[in-house]
């Protein structure tokens, strides 16, 4: 025997019957902190900061990884050759 209870009610709702703290107004407040906290931050940082602080290493390694590639290719096409004879 197989038995199928369809209840239709509200989040809040179901929340109250089970007896559940809603915790919505808390969730709203540290909501609100965090977006104030960002927007702080945000503020105070302009641009070229804010790339420094996320990839302080990252622009200084690109222009190794090209110097070490012209390196190659220069070595390559123009570079001191054996001698063939």
């Not at 209840?7 to 915790?23: H, K, N, Q, S, Y």
């Not at 790339?51 to 110097?67: A, F, Y």
Request: charged fraction near 25%; charge should be negative.
């Amino acid at each position: 025997m197989k038995v199928t209870v369809n209840i239709e009610c509200t989040p809040e709702e179901a929340r109250t019957f089970f007896g559940l703290p809603d915790v919505q107004p808390m969730q709203q407040a540290m909501m609100k902190e965090v977006e104030d906290r960002m927007k702080a931050n945000l503020s105070a940082m302009d641009p070229e900061t804010m790339i420094n602080t996320w990839m302080p290493q990252g622009i200084q390694n690109w222009e190794q990884l090209q110097k070490a590639f012209w390196g190659q290719f220069n070595g390559a096409n123009g570079g001191p050759k054996g001698d063939k004879d």
